[in-house]
């Protein structure tokens, strides 16, 4: 493993252990060029995923942009990391768990958007309004209105 800081290729494993999830495993670092410490995370992969936009362009399922999205949606709400990364893992697993090395990228906005509406609401419609790109106010107005079971008084 590469050295983040000084780029030296031979670093030490000090330190291995699972997540608290047991889908991945934790391992502290040490390179001795330069003297810093690292965390790094190993996950088990069952298959190479790719994912099929609505354009129709292939392009490599990246667990990484799929955090970062979530993350984005739940930023300055009171939702632990944990809970999100275990969410983000459940999510990964159920698309391997699919068979399919091809998957269309409204398979995985469909599986978040049903995580997220369990997780944090206002998460939800967040990514909702990204996700079925509303255009004006009344699109929120309407999809928090299905929300709340149609007692929208618009």
Do not use: W
Request: net charge positive; hydrophobic share 30%; aromatic share 8%.
């Amino acid at each position: 493993m590469r050295c983040p800081f000084c780029g030296n290729a031979d670093t030490q494993v000090k330190d291995s252990r699972p997540t608290e999830d047991n889908a991945s495993i934790r391992r502290r670092r040490f390179c001795p060029s330069c003297g810093s410490r690292f965390t790094t995370f190993e996950r088990i992969q069952l298959r190479e995923l790719t994912v099929v936009k609505k354009t129709g362009q292939r392009v490599p399922f990246d667990r990484d942009k799929l955090m970062r999205s979530i993350l984005i949606s739940t930023r300055k709400r009171p939702v632990e990391h944990e809970r999100i990364e275990r969410m983000v893992s459940g999510i990964v697993r159920r698309l391997e768990s699919l068979g399919e090395s091809e998957i269309q990228s409204s398979v995985i906005g469909e599986m978040v958007m049903d995580a997220l509406s369990n997780l944090d609401q206002v998460a939800y419609v967040r990514f909702a309004s990204v996700y079925r790109n509303f255009r004006e106010a009344r699109d929120f107005e309407t999809f928090v209105g299905e929300l709340s079971g149609g007692d929208s008084d618009t």
